[in-house]
């Protein structure tokens, strides 16, 4: 995470300025997740695919998605998060429309 800061417009080993924490907190969560609890290790946007050796997992730990899947598991836990707030604040009939 901190290369990935540092990779950050403006920033280097002197000063580092943040725009959004709460997004880059969320990606550690997950990232420690997927590898402690299901062995699939995750990259930082940026880093390249080839660092992971032989624990590839199409769709799960890079771009390249398997058979007819659209999103890739970063992308479609990131919609989750961001829309699963709409389900509890109304009726799933509401939202359908």
Not at 26 to 37: D, E, Q
Not at 70 to 91: C, E, G, M, Y
């Amino acid at each position: 995470m901190l290369k990935f800061w540092l990779n950050g417009e403006g920033n280097g080993m002197d000063a580092m300025r943040l725009k959004d924490t709460a997004t880059d907190t969320a990606l550690t969560a997950l990232s420690v997740i997927s590898a402690a609890g299901f062995g699939v290790s995750q990259i930082w946007e940026g880093e390249d695919e080839d660092q992971l050796g032989s624990k590839v997992v199409p769709g799960f730990n890079t771009l390249k998605l398997k058979d007819n899947h659209r999103l890739a598991f970063k992308d479609a836990i990131n919609t989750l998060v961001h829309s699963v707030i709409w389900f509890a604040l109304f009726p799933v009939w509401f939202l359908g429309k």
